[in-house]
Every structure is written in structure tokens, then in C-alpha cells.
């Protein structure tokens, strides 16, 4: 992939415990190895991809080995880290000038309050940041389990919920503060003052719009599912892949992990298991007309050990490098 191109997008998603981050990494070390410079982001609380690499993580891109770097961020804190001062500040300003505006309107725009937005809204400050940075030929996105993912897919609706109380809420200063300026000659003073909210709501909308279009664009982004043999996952799957498919995002593959290929014929479990997991997918793979690629159960690898056996075979839609 030519350096100067725009990044490639690959993200995982799947019902929680399917083996997402061991194939996003397997995926990431994949395209490494092939001479593409690769960051691995982890948005999924659980954090294991520091286990997997025995490599200490955290909220800035670090090394991992040759072409391969990962970073692991926490939404929550990256929301207050960008927004959550300067949203208490206007609350505060509102508060001095009169306006109703109570601890309730406080914890709603806050990363603490359980308005939908805010987690997304980092998320997407992350995907603008690292997807529009030159540096990186792919962005592999190891993402929370299905619902949260979903969530992230409708950003325009979901992430804009937060702007929209935000927006709202310095709005009434600003008209406080003019007619305060108006009476007292220049003294009611800027709600802009050290804030500069309106730039913050500018630029994470501006984010937002780039994000779709990039999450829909076939040329640019896959979207791999990852899932279990097992009814709850396949479930979970065909709900995951109907709703990429309504919102336009091009699914890449279906990996079936953990797929009991090579047993033991003479243990009857192990056969049963196995026949079993194989009538699933075949009956998934008729349900909604893809295959699956299936990776082989390895309880005897550690980890890393099978990050590096997946990697030999996993797909991959994205080009080389060049």
C-alpha cells in the first residue's frame, strides 16, 4: 500500500468472548509481517491485548514489534480528558448567570452520566485521529461487544445526542451573557472564555460525518464478525450481520473461531462436539448465503503462540503493500 494512500480500516466485532482481539491481533501482525505499517486499537474494556503481546499499552501508540504498533483506550477517560472541563465550566457559567440548570444537567454531559453519545464520541475522536493519520497503512479495531458496536455503527444519531446538549446548553449562556454584556456595558464577559466549546462541537460533528463515510466506504473499511459455534453466537451474529448490512457498512468475513476441526475420532464427545459446531455453521451459512472461515480449536497454544497460527491463514481483504 502506497504510503501516501489513505488508511485502511479492518474492525472486529462479535458477541463478548468469541475471540475478537485474538484475531484482530492475529489480523494486525498478519499485515505487519506483509511490510504494512499496522496500529492495533483496542476499544474493548477487557484489554487483553496487552496479555496477548506481554506489552504494556496504554492511550498513545507503542511499539509492539517490527511494523506493528497498539494502543488501548479506555472512552470514558479520553471523554473527560477532551470534553468533560470544558462542559462543567459552561454548566458553572450557566449556574453563575442565573440559569436553571441543575447536578442532573451536569452528569448528562459528562462521561459519569448515561446519556448516549459520550462514549461514542471518543471512540470516534480515536477512529478521525488514527484513520486520518498518514503514518498508519491499516487500523485494525479490536471493538466492545455487539451492542456497543452497534451503537458506534449509528454515529451520526447517537454520537450527536451529546452536541445536541451541548449545544443547547451554550446556546442559553450565550444569550445570557450578551444581554449581560448589554447591561452592564462589556461586563458579562464570554462564555468562549478559555472554553472554546464551539470549535470542540465544530470539529467532533465535522468527525462524525467523516467517520460515516468512511465506515461505508467498501474501499476503505471491512468489517470481520467474529463468532462460536454455538447458538447464542450464531444468533447474535446473524443479528450483527443484518444490521451492518442496513446500515451500509461492507462486511469482510465471518470467522467461525474455536471450530473443533482435527479430533480424536475415537472420542465420541469430541465427535459429537463436533458434528454438532459443523451442522450450526452449515445451517448459518444457508440462513444468510456467506461461508465461514473457520479457525481451529487449539486449547494446547498459549496465547501469543496462537495469535501467530492464525495468522498464518486468517483472510484478508486489504491490499499488500507496495
Known sequence: MSRNASSQVVLFGGKGGVGKTTCASATALKLAQQGNKTLLVST????????????????????????????????????????SEKLQGILERANDFGLDIGEGD????????????????AVIDVFAEYVGNSTWDTVVFDTAPTGHTLRVLQLPDVAGTA????????????????????????????????????????????????????????????????????????????????????????????????????????CNHCVAQQQQQLALLEEFERDIGVSTHRIPATPEMSDIERVRAIAEDIPLATKPSR
Open 106 to 121: 451536569l452528569t448528562d454531559v459528562t462521561a459519569d452520566g448515561l446519556i448516549p453519545g459520550t462514549d461514542e464520541l
Open 163 to 266: 452536541l445536541s446538549k451541548a449545544a443547547k446548553l451554550k446556546s442559553g449562556i450565550d444569550s445570557v451573557t450578551s444581554a449581560a454584556s448589554r447591561v452592564f456595558g462589556g461586563g458579562g464577559g464570554s462564555s468562549e472564555s478559555g472554553l472554546n466549546i464551539s470549535d470542540d462541537i465544530a470539529t467532533a460533528q465535522s468527525q462524525i460525518e467523516t467517520v460515516a463515510e468512511i465506515i461505508e466506504d467498501a474501499e476503505r473499511t471491512q468489517f470481520n464478525i467474529v463468532t462460536h459455534a454455538e447458538d447464542m453466537a450464531i444468533a447474535e451474529t446473524k443479528r450483527l450481520y443484518q444490521e451492518l448490512h442496513d446500515a451500509q457498512v461492507p462486511v469482510g468475513y465471518i470467522i467461525a473461531n474455536k471450530v473443533r476441526i482435527d479430533i480424536n475420532e475415537d
Open 44 to 83: 474493548d474494556p477487557a484489554h487483553s491485548t496487552s496479555d496477548i503481546f506481554d506489552t504494556s499499552l496504554g492511550d498513545e501508540p507503542t511499539a509492539i514489534n517490527n511494523n506493528l504498533y497498539g494502543v488501548e483506550i479506555v472512552p470514558k477517560e479520553r471523554f473527560n480528558r477532551r470534553y
